[in-house]
């Protein structure tokens, strides 16, 4: 008999049909709404299997409703939002998405790092809203990139590609991480420092960590208030790694120059944020790796490691923590 599992979001049709083959699947069908916790918490009590995303919180009391779940399969690579610890200690296998999303999610990362430096959006509007009445020598100026300092907060995998494209860019990098990355280091001049020194001294400063309680609003006032005045910050990690209420005293009180943000404390952000109503920030809806064939081969991972740990065999990319 197959093996049960549970989708919580619409995945594409080819990855399905593959699943469907193997295992016996029930998918949550609307396309842009998660599932409502209550339905989750419903259809996880008998599914041997979860096929999920970063809009389910996996927590203690939803792997508690879990009578036959033996792995949680996340289709991201972060997974702050599953109680891996708990998962584990019920014999409940966690597996991620590592690896695939890198260099897109370094692509969009620059390409917001830019966008916000050369105010792309604000011009774009600037053109559309009609107030674009001559080219002028001072209007609509931006940052540098070529040739300024990036400070990278962790050098992970997308870190580490960040790097190699601002090193195309010209730029000089510092990095701050749990551990020195000496080839990091060789092959891109890359120089490692505390926190405080890349704050004080990068003209962007890119968060690249991933999530946990220990880095909760790791920028907050007085680490904004170290940045240069001119400094741009972007974050494309997770949202809870920067206090934005300090963060938008300090872009309105331009104590920093920009910020670019593709995820948020809450997400979606609430239409009525504060941050929403300056010019000076660039904001996305977390897409760093929404790329057509990054979320394909993200699905892929997350059905194959379902398919292959639910016959018996060992997960492909298992969190280890
Ligand atoms: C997306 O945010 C991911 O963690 O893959």
Redesign the pocket.
Known sequence: MKRKIYVTRKIPASIYDQLVQHLDVKMWEEEDIPVPREVLLKEIKDVDGLFCT?TETIDEKMISHAENLKIISNM???FNHIDVKFANKKGIVVTN?PGV?TETTADLTFALLMATARRVVEASNYLRNGEWKSWSPMQLIGKDIYGATIGIIGMGRIGQALARRAKGFGMKILYYNRSRKLEIEKELGAEYCDLDTLLETSDYVSILIPYSPGVKYLIGNKELQRMKKTAILINTARGGIIDEQALYNALKNKEIWAAGLDVFEKEPIDLDSPLLTLPNVVTLP?I??ASEATRIKMAEITADNLIQFLEGGDPLTPVII
């Open positions: 970063i991201a690579v972060g998405t999303l977390h760093g790796s």
